[in-house]
């Protein structure tokens, strides 16, 4: 007999695809669709109504395409970047507790596993830039080493310190120890670790104005220069993947996952986290890049030392 | 005047312009050995290098050196004639004159001793005859384009 | 001190990425500036420049003003217009009695415009003794070859086409 | 001068690049198809990590021998060549042409031309201003300025369209005038669009020039000393931002300048920033200029009585003018043909490339796009 465990995973990672693919498709659209407005122009509107099919067909068109591998690439590393890229953003969302209920995985120590799979995505990047041969690529490589490993710190900071508010590292517990209203959310209760959580989370996915891999403005498009077709297409995804994970995690930890002022359930959650995906894309579209020292800079200057100080506040919190 | 301290050195002729006829305050033609030394001055007086340019005339090759000041305007051109088509380079003096003294090697095959990195800049490398070069037939007189070069004139003139 | 000054400076600069949401919030809720163009059209186009057309007589809207000098030809800049004069008509009856050589018409036989060397400087229409020419209306214009963009402006005046047709031959 | 075979035996193009790669470092090619060095420049960086040790900016791309086709043109057909050497600021390309033959030949303009001259040459340098922000801002990754800039540019492109009849390759003045005439509705909407940029500039600031990411990419970086200015020959923008109050509009009035009242705005910054900060004074300056110019235009004809064909006798001419990105000179020798004998095109933005060379070294590649950008460079121009 097939494990239930087994089965229940096997059948939450098909709907997990989905649902990633389904968010990838939307927040394309969303994205294009709020810069356009942004800008006081429609954005896509040609395709279906008010352009609603556009990334559709982008990604049809991606898949169309020839997929070329540069003269002197390493075909296995080159290829292999782009699948390592998006898999485990597929495995990041297990553990989610969307509703009460609604989570794939039920995982003691679910966050850890968030953050171990995510720093599968800094390899992926180095081999893309490493393995394209091309030497804007190899800089948009060795940027986000740089800027994933040092960003890595603070995020566990922060996170380190809503699993202090808790105890606990279980999603679905972190979700229900907060309370139906703004003010009991960790958002409120633990202010500043949000804040380095959300900078940190910007850096980690490789979104303006911490966009420094693939800086088009400086690196052509760093380490995807290479990259035709579907194997763009999939770094493509898997940015779009990552922010709904990013966002998903932000919404656990720290804005009362599912819970809300009336009827708790999915909704909250999904609401709450397109909400953090608007703002992320706003700030795309507002503000210049900033510089790759600046960058890390503003890690270990600023949000270290403040991470560090707001540990020791949380854990003043606490034992009061 | 600003433009006096150029008279110091061997010219062959002077001119004192009206800025509102020619757009210059002064024009000398300089003996070719003479441009470093005139650019030397000018840099000393705090004048910049606004262009080098080259023109053919009957008599030879001509150089020309428009030099401005930002807190005195007034142009000066300093030229010289050469038959041989080579010069001195000035990069040295103004490094603004290196790319300046490369195109005019591109349009009319000018040599400038002494520069640094005499390569096309505008022109693919392999570019054969230098396009601005005239005909013999086509070129005209020194005199009729500089029609001061006649006759030594003075400052007092003006 | 120092750190201080810095942290100050810091949240004034958190203040500024706040104004700049703000801006770009309320640019987003605000409508486009944008016009969809095959399905709208800009309102400036009466200024517009389209390729050159002759302007025909006054009392006469089939013939063109032009007087076949040629200096429109000598003024282009990128020489892309050829004016043929018509050739006289034969000689009548009457005037092979008297002796008398016909006139040929003023206006051109045909005047050609290569559009594609064309840049729109308008030296023809600056040029020209008789004011025969000015820039049309027709700047919708489109073709599959290069072909589709060598008009004669007299077949153009005369066929009397509506200017939207794309086609003036 | 070298042959074709001791460039190729020095296997690099440019000066800087003669020895060849260094222990440790990586030569790029950054253009002619880098998306930042705005159309078809080429530098050759030698960089260490994200440092960059050598730098020499490659030109030719863009090369179409303007020199050579005055040569083989009338002056009048010329006019429509210099609206394509700068298609950021054409009408002052076309003014220093313009001015040259004039200037040579001793026919001034008539008094509404001059008024018109300088209203739209100063629209035109608005307009240049506001892509240059805008494609500035697109350099150092803001994407959103670039589109409202282009949403005031293109009100602005109307009034010119209907002042010039172009939009962007102008050739507008003609020997003595310029091609149209202003109607009075036009007059009402320039006022109209002095009034929305100047509501739309404290937005600008607000948005970009404060913002404290933008301040970080800009402090301190690429300084141009007075005297670095001076050994290459900087103006415009560039040289003001080092704090020389050099203008050629006051420094050698032409046309209607004199009488108007207008600053010229400097920065004693020396940095990127400070010349971000006098092209956006300069903007408000042209604004100011246009307003007077609008509110003082003489009644009267656009032409001077002149020959259709310009009698220009033989001589020499240097005229300069200022445009966008600094002193735009046109030297013109003649021999009293109907075609000029020599022209040379005096372009600020050569001048203004060539010192990046000693600009970039030591600088990192990101600040490298930030200093290119700073230049408000238009290769056409430079390449010619």
Redesign the interface.
Known sequence: MIDPQLLRILVALVGILVFVALNALALVYAERK?????????GP?EVGPHGILQPLVDGLKLMGKQLTTPKDADPVIFWLAPIMCFMPVALCMLPIPFGPNLVALKLDLGIVLILAFAGFGVLSLCLAGWGSNN??SL?GA?RSVAQNVAYEIPLLLSVLSVAFMTGSLDLATISAGQGALPWQWNALLNPLGFIIYFICALAETNR??F?LPE??????AGFHTEYSGMGFGLFFMAEYANMVVVCSVATVLFLGGWNGPFAPGWWWFLLKMYALIFLII?????????????LLNLCWR?LVPLALVNLVYVTIIVKL | MSAHFLQDLPCLFTAAQDPLKTGLTFSVLLPPDQVREAARLCRGKGYHLEDVTVSEVQEGTLVLYHYDHFDRPGRICCMALSADNSFDSIADIFPGADWHERECCDFFGTAFAGHPNLIPLLLPPDAQTPPLKKQDGNKVPLTTIFPWAQAPATLEEA | MYRLEEIKR?ARGMWS?VV??N???K????????I?YPRQEVDNLATFRGHIELIPEDNDSLTPRCISCGTCAKACPSGCITVTKKKAPAPTPEEVEQGVKPKAPKDPETFRLDFTLCSLCGQCVMSCPANAIRFSQNINIAGYSRQDFQFDLVARLRSRLPKHVKKAE | MFTKEQIAERGFYTQHFEQGKQDNS?I?NMGPQ???THGVLRVMLEID??YILRADPVLGYIHRMHEKMAEGKTYAQFITNMGRVDYLHALAWNWAFVGAVEKLGETPPSPRAEYLRVITCELNRISSHLLWWGAY????????PI??AF?DREELLDILQDLTGSRLTYASFTFGGVVTDMSDALKERITRFIARLRDRLPMYKS??TD?F??L??VEDIGHIPVDMAVRYGATGPVLRGSGVAYDVRRAEPYSVYPGLDFVVPTSDRTDALGRYLVRMQELEQSLNIVEQAVAQIPAGDIQAKMPKKPKVPAGEVFFAVEGARGKIGCYLQSNGSGSPYRVKLRAPSFSNLSLFAELSQGT????A?SILGSLDLVIPEIDR
């Open positions: 709020i810069a356009g407005h942004v800008q006081r122009r429609p509107y030497k804007w800089l060795a303006a104005p966009d800086a088009e403005s400086e690196l052509t706003q700030i795309r579209w507002t503000y210049p890049r900033v510089r790759f020292d600046q600023w | 810091a990425l700049g949401l801006i770009t919030g640019y987003f809720l605000q409508p486009n500036v944008t969809h | 990586l790029l880098h998306p930042s990590g994200e801002l697109l350099d150092l990754g803001a994407f959103t589109l409202y949403d948005l970009v913002n990411i933008l970080g990419r990192l590649l990101a600040d796009v």
